[in-house]
Every structure is written in structure tokens, then in C-alpha cells.
């Protein structure tokens, strides 16, 4: 007799914990500077990093060992609940550089559009699961699922904040592509979300001048150079490090030439002090993380687990490879962090436990050997007896 066990795709936990490691080794180098000078320790804002991996860490292996599938019943209230976060914060909520997008609750500072981005991803993938046989109607399958995601985005995108208000769409429609939707829908939700961009993107001045200066039709150089600095500083990061870096903690630019070096802009201190080889292994790590999401997705026992799978895995590759094109300059300017690399406190917690609830799947798939504990049974003597007549 034997029992058996499926355990969860190490290979995604071991690169998400190499990514955790690796991040404290460049947030110190990236924020040693400034920390030394507003305060006065050169570890003040890495052991504040470290504190909220611990955290991470904790809240990653309690989701693994938490059944994905007794979330069903919660994402609808989970999700309407963040959805009062975002108003509360749009109402209450402290400003950071013009924007209202943090939340603080009982001494603690969140960031509600983090929480609502999960929210939703989990919520459109047990509406998917449920009711995919309707999706292809437009009145009753596709657009309550619209409804859900222009909730979320229109919030997250009056706090001001357009570039997570833009990913979490793109990220709902990824799912809802994947789901079954009829590509008419989608090319028609596209079609009439433009006007709205359009007017959204010319409602501020400091939008306009960051769109303008990304594609060069700027004619006041003030502008564009100010509008342009904080990328400019992070090319000359990418260029000072060449094919092999710098070294180790020997980043010129985080010597306040580079705005959130430690944040936003971290890629930039990876490709100076690791050069190009080290930001290949970085982009590496997220591939691998696809990869293996895709294959859980494909092996998840049921229709939630997959749509999930696949919700989690979109969700952090397309954050670093946003993160990647925006400190390469190769997309405009905007606050895309790098999953369980930059700094940050909300949304290290709740990639975490991302990450746990899709290692929670892996473990419920038959995509990994499992492991056999056998039993020792008692002997039984099969000689045959003698004298005996059969």
C-alpha cells in the first residue's frame, strides 16, 4: 500500500526566491545613498525591504497550503470590497507626487489599487469558469465581466494613476480573451475606450508632456529634457555598465543622479552594476516563471485553476516586461515596479501571495512526480505446504 502526494512546482518557488534574494543585494546598493542622507543609515530603506519580503514570505506559504478553490465564494466580495478601498482612497487617501493612492488603516500604509487588481483577476476568472457557455452573448456574458473591469480601472485611474489603470485592463482582457470572448467584443470594447483615453491623456499637462517628449514632437527642449531626465539618468545607467557591469554596489547613478533608482528604476542599477549578462539572467528568471505558469495552467484540474494560473502568470511577467521597456526607453515614462524586485510594500504582499495560490495549484495538477511513502507489509510465506493436495 502507498500514499501519495503531489508537491507544488519548486521551480517557480525557487526563482521567485532567488528574484526576493537578489532584490535585497540591489535595493541597498540602489538606496544606500539616499538612505544615508535623510536617514542617516545607509540600510535604513533596505531593512524596511527586507521586513516586507519576510512578510511576503509568510503570507506566500500560508496561500500554498490553502485549497485555491475555497476562494470561489469570496472574490465577488473581496473584490467589491477594494472597490470601496479605491473610493475611500480617492476621498481620504494621501497624496504621493499629486496622486491619492495610499490608504492608511491603523498606522499601516496600503496601496487599494494593488489589492484591486488581484481582486479582479480572481473574481473574472470564477465568473469565466462558471459561466463561459455565455461569454459569447454580449449583453449577458461579456459585459458583466466589463462592468467588473471598467469598475476597477476608471477608479484606479482617478487617483491619478494611468499606468496600473492600463495594465489591470490589459490584464482583464487578457483573461477574457483566453476565456472564450468573441474577438468583435473585444475589438469593439478597444474601439470605444479610445475616445476616453484620448481625452483622459490630454486632461493633464504632465501626461501630454510625457507622451510628447517619448515620441519627440516637443519643441521646447526644457520641457523635454525635464520630462525625460529620470529616463535619460537610467540609459546612462545601462551604458556605464556594458556587457559585464560595474560591480557589485558600484552604481555612479544612484548617487542621487537617478530619481527612484531603489523603485521604478531599479532595472537600471541591475544593467549598471551586472551589465547586460546580469539583466538577461534577471529577464530570464520571468520567462521561466512564464513558462512554468502556462504549464500549471494547462495541467490545472479545473476551469478556475486555469483562468487563475493564467491571470497570476500575465500579471507578473507583464509588470517586469513593462518595467524592462520603460527604463530602457522604449515606452514612456510610468510607475510599473518589478515584481519582488523593486521596492515596495503592497505590492510584494500581494505578488506573494499570488504566488503561493498558483504554487497551490501546481500541487493539485499531475504536472510533478509525486512522492511515495511505502508502507511495510507483513511477510507471507508462500512455500507450499507439504503433505498438502491442492
Keep these: 500500500m502507498a500514499s501519495e502526494k503531489n508537491h507544488i512546482d519548486r521551480i517557480t518557488l525557487f526563482v521567485v526566491l532567488i528574484l526576493m534574494v537578489a532584490s535585497t543585494v ?31 514570505l509568510v503570507v506566500m506559504f500560508f496561500a500554498i497550503n490553502m485549497d485555491y478553490k475555497k476562494y470561489k465564494p469570496l472574490t465577488k466580495w473581496v473584490l467589491i ?36 487588481k488581484f481582486a479582479l483577476l480572481f473574481h473574472l476568472a470564477y465568473l469565466l469558469s462558471n459561466k463561459r457557455e455565455k461569454l459569447a452573448d454580449f449583453k449577458t456574458g461579456f459585459m458583466p465581466l466589463m462592468f467588473w473591469i471598467g469598475s476597477v480601472v476608471v477608479l484606479v485611474m482617478l487617483q491619478p494613476n494611468f499606468s496600473t489603470g492600463s495594465m489591470i485592463f490589459v490584464l482583464g482582457m487578457i483573461l477574457v480573451f483566453v476565456g472564450g470572448a468573441r474577438m468583435k467584443h473585444v475589438l469593439l ?14 486632461s493633464a499637462p504632465y501626461r501630454m508632456k510625457r507622451i510628447l517628449s517619448f515620441v519627440g514632437f516637443s ?64 529577464m530570464g528568471l520571468f520567462l521561466m516563471i512564464l513558462l512554468r505558469g502556462l504549464k500549471i495552467a494547462k495541467f490545472a484540474p479545473d476551469d478556475f485553476g486555469k483562468y487563475l494560473a493564467i491571470g497570476i502568470t500575465s500579471t507578473i511577467v507583464l509588470y517586469a516586461v513593462a518595467n524592462s521597456l520603460v527604463t530602457l526607453g522604449l515606452a514612456p515614462t510610468t510607475g510599473v515596479p518589478m515584481p519582488f524586485v523593486s521596492y515596495g510594500g503592497t505590492a510584494i504582499i500581494f505578488s506573494s501571495f499570488a504566488v503561493g495560490v498558483l504554487l497551490n495549484i501546481s500541487s493539485q ?26
Design 26 to 56: 540591489v535595493v541597498y546598493s540602489a538606496s544606500s545613498t539616499w538612505a544615508m542622507q535623510k536617514m542617516q543609515s545607509a540600510s535604513g530603506l533596505v531593512n524596511k525591504h527586507i521586513a516586507k519580503i519576510l512578510v511576503g
Design 81 to 116: 470590497a477594494s472597490i470601496l478601498l479605491l473610493i475611500a482612497t480617492r476621498l481620504t487617501g494621501g497624496e504621493v507626487k499629486g496622486a491619492a493612492r495610499w490608504l492608511s488603516i491603523g498606522g499601516f500604509s496600503l496601496q487599494p489599487s494593488e489589492i484591486a
Design 189 to 202: 470594447s478597444l474601439m470605444a475606450l479610445i475616445p476616453a483615453l484620448l481625452i483622459y491623456m490630454v
Design 219 to 282: 519643441s521646447d527642449e526644457t520641457v523635454t529634457s525635464t520630462a525625460n531626465y529620470q529616463l535619460l539618468q537610467g540609459i546612462i545607467g545601462f551604458g556605464n555598465g556594458g556587457i559585464f557591469g560595474v560591480g557589485m554596489g558600484q552604481s555612479k547613478q544612484r548617487d542621487l543622479f537617478l530619481p527612484e533608482s531603489y523603485g521604478d528604476f531599479i532595472f537600471s542599477i541591475v544593467g549598471e552594476e551586472y551589465g547586460l549578462i546580469g539583466t538577461i539572467i534577471f
Design 365 to 390: 495538477t499531475d504536472l510533478h512526480p509525486r512522492e511515495r511513502q511505502f508502507i511495510e507489509q507483513p511477510a507471507v510465506n508462500i512455500e507450499p505446504a507439504v503433505g498438502k493436495i491442492y
